[in-house]
């Protein structure tokens, strides 16, 4: 009776934090979820969840993912709660939910699809069960908050239920594991592509040694890193075979073809540049299936989401095309990916990098390791003129890319971004794009470098 109660309590008052937050700061945030949990500590259990709950996890791609499908699920005229205005931590699902349930916590829509943090898997699959788990990927990321991706590969796995269905791309052989004789397991991939390679050619490489018997693994191809076809000339082991998969990449119109198993095809459009989309898309498509959902939805609803989420944006200021991308900080893969843009385009330009701490003192550390592990060789390219490095950390990047071979007479240094937006605009060029690589916390940082663009002074 008192765990009832408290439960009502935290959802009046967490219902009544979100309407006020969301009218007065017009923002989204975990603060109902984290006072919802100082009153009912167990709350996520108690929601009565709906029978289609999809969980959205990995290392990369789980924002782009599970906003896609909560976007073909609306069309397919289904109602959705997700958390996309919150954290993706217990807090951030909690705030989520309560705005779509009613006072005894049943969730009145028809789908919950939640983007779950890696490392909060004990803290959310203990308490409610999805019908599906969507994983992304597992690469390395941040050394002092995940470790290594096996670490996080445990906190996933051994919470599992045999009640859930895992959708995992069969072309990451860490990834692709997980489930393994616990629950039902659906695969999809991406088939070689015109710039897959033979050998792994970026600066890191997560899945040398075979997981089943440790011997080296060989490699059919690779698309990056260690995302591609495995296997093993010992045991065995090679990649799963997919239910769904991608086929047809064509880098320069940025279409794909997605393949279902029950035959059907699509051509769909991703981000020119940006080779995760393809996953990204291909496993939303396969979920969406899975569920049922009509080909002629999916088709119809696919489309790029990452501006509406300010990761990638385009926009002309004063004649100058400004190209921002967030990339994610700690992790080289991630920004590796993001780099490889650079060499999608023939258009001149300047480059910024912003994927140091911008706020040193709240969010900052002293790790600086993910830089060497990072891709940086699209910025050799001619097309690149100059490099402004912005933040406390530029000497770090600055060093670190001197040592890996990219010409030092392109960069420019900034501690003070105030003085480095002044100086990108002063010194951008009508027909020359100015790109903006930034860190989540640097979001700020963007803005002024655009609103500097904006005021400048036509010559």
């Given at each position: 009776?008192?765990?009832?109660?408290?439960?009502?309590?935290?959802?009046?008052?967490?219902?009544?934090?979100?309407?006020?937050?969301?009218?007065?700061?017009?923002?989204?945030?975990?603060?109902?979820?984290?006072?919802?949990?100082?009153?009912c500590p167990d709350a996520l259990s108690r929601f009565v969840m709906p029978r289609n709950t999809i969980c959205v996890t990995?290392?990369?791609?789980?924002?782009?993912?599970?906003?896609?499908?909560?976007?073909?699920?609306?069309?397919?005229?289904?109602?959705?709660?997700?958390?996309?205005?919150?954290?993706?931590?217990?807090?951030?699902?909690?705030?989520?939910?309560?705005?779509?349930?009613?006072?005894?916590?049943?969730?009145?829509?028809?789908?919950?699809?939640?983007?779950?943090?890696?490392?909060?898997?004990?803290?959310?699959?203990?308490?409610?069960?999805?019908?599906?788990?969507?994983?992304?990927?597992?690469?390395?990321?941040?050394?002092?908050?995940?470790?290594?991706?096996?670490?996080?590969?445990?906190?996933?796995?051994?919470?599992?239920?045999?009640?859930?269905?895992?959708?995992?791309?069969?072309?990451?052989?860490?990834?692709?594991?997980?489930?393994?004789?616990?629950?039902?397991?659906?695969?999809?991939?991406?088939?070689?592509?015109?710039?897959?390679?033979?050998?792994?050619?970026?600066?890191?490489?997560?899945?040398?040694?075979?997981?089943?018997?440790?011997?080296?693994?060989?490699?059919?191809?690779?698309?990056?890193?260690?995302?591609?076809?495995?296997?093993?000339?010992?045991?065995?082991?090679?990649?799963?075979?997919?239910?769904?998969?991608?086929?047809?990449?064509?880098?320069?119109?940025?279409?794909?073809?997605?393949?279902?198993?029950?035959?059907?095809?699509?051509?769909?459009?991703?981000?020119?540049?940006?080779?995760?989309?393809?996953?990204?898309?291909?496993?939303?498509?396969?979920?969406?299936?899975?569920?049922?959902?009509?080909?002629?939805?999916?088709?119809?609803?696919?489309?790029?989401?990452?501006?509406?989420?300010?990761?990638?944006?385009?926009?002309?200021?004063?004649?100058?095309?400004?190209?921002?991308?967030?990339?994610?900080?700690?992790?080289?893969?991630?920004?590796?990916?993001?780099?490889?843009?650079?060499?999608?385009?023939?258009?001149?330009?300047?480059?910024?990098?912003?994927?140091?701490?911008?706020?040193?003192?709240?969010?900052?550390?002293?790790?600086?390791?993910?830089?060497?592990?990072?891709?940086?060789?699209?910025?050799?390219?001619?097309?690149?003129?100059?490099?402004?490095?912005?933040?406390?950390?530029?000497?770090?990047?600055?060093?670190?890319?001197?040592?890996?071979?990219?010409?030092?007479?392109?960069?420019?240094?900034?501690?003070?971004?105030?003085?480095?937006?002044?100086?990108?605009?002063?010194?951008?060029?009508?027909?020359?794009?100015?790109?903006?690589?930034?860190?989540?916390?640097?979001?700020?940082?963007?803005?002024?470098?655009?609103?500097?663009?904006?005021?400048?002074?036509?010559?």
């Amino acid at each position: 009776m008192i765990g009832k109660l408290r439960f009502l309590i935290a959802i009046i008052v967490g219902k009544v934090s979100a309407f006020l937050l969301d009218k007065i700061f017009k923002r989204g945030t975990n603060t109902p979820g984290i006072i919802m949990l100082k009153i009912c500590p167990d709350a996520l259990s108690r929601f009565v969840m709906p029978r289609n709950t999809i969980c959205v996890t990995g290392t990369n791609g789980k924002t782009g993912t599970s906003n896609l499908l909560t976007h073909i699920i609306r069309n397919s005229g289904k109602t959705v709660v997700n958390n996309s205005k919150g954290s993706n931590m217990a807090p951030g699902l909690a705030s989520a939910l309560v705005t779509q349930c009613t006072l005894g916590g049943k969730v009145t829509a028809d789908v919950a699809v939640l983007e779950v943090d890696e490392r909060s898997s004990q803290y959310i699959y203990t308490e409610f069960t999805p019908r599906y788990i969507l994983c992304t990927n597992l690469f390395r990321d941040s050394i002092m908050r995940n470790g290594h991706s096996g670490f996080i590969f445990d906190k996933i796995n051994d919470y599992l239920s045999k009640k859930t269905t895992l959708i995992l791309n069969a072309n990451d052989g860490i990834s692709g594991l997980l489930g393994e004789g616990v629950c039902d397991r659906v695969f999809y991939s991406v088939n070689k592509t015109e710039r897959s390679t033979d050998t792994c050619v970026d600066t890191v490489c997560d899945l040398i040694a075979c997981p089943k018997c440790n011997h080296k693994l060989d490699y059919e191809f690779f698309h990056y890193n260690h995302i591609g076809v495995q296997k093993c000339s010992h045991c065995g082991f090679s990649m799963p075979e997919s239910r769904f998969f991608a086929s047809d990449v064509d880098f320069e119109n940025g279409t794909f073809v997605f393949n279902g198993d029950k035959g059907e095809s699509l051509v769909l459009p991703f981000q020119k540049g940006n080779f995760f989309n393809v996953f990204n898309i291909t496993g939303a498509c396969a979920v969406c299936r899975l569920m049922g959902i009509d080909v002629d939805v999916i088709e119809n609803s696919i489309e790029d989401l990452s501006s509406k989420t300010g990761r990638f944006q385009e926009k002309k200021y004063n004649g100058v095309e400004v190209v921002s991308m967030l990339s994610k900080n700690q992790n080289p893969i991630s920004c590796s990916q993001s780099l490889k843009y650079l060499d999608s385009t023939e258009t001149e330009k300047d480059v910024v990098l912003l994927i140091t701490d911008s706020n040193d003192k709240v969010h900052g550390h002293e790790d600086i390791s993910w830089i060497y592990d990072t891709d940086f060789s699209p910025l050799s390219n001619e097309t690149v003129k100059t490099i402004y490095v912005g933040g406390s950390r530029c000497y770090d990047v600055a060093n670190c890319l001197e040592i890996k071979g990219i010409d030092t007479a392109k960069l420019v240094l900034f501690e003070n971004y105030d003085k480095l937006a002044q100086e990108v605009s002063k010194k951008s060029i009508v027909g020359r794009n100015v790109v903006v690589y930034f860190e989540l916390y640097a979001t700020s940082v963007v803005e002024k470098i655009k609103t500097a663009m904006s005021q400048k002074e036509v010559q």
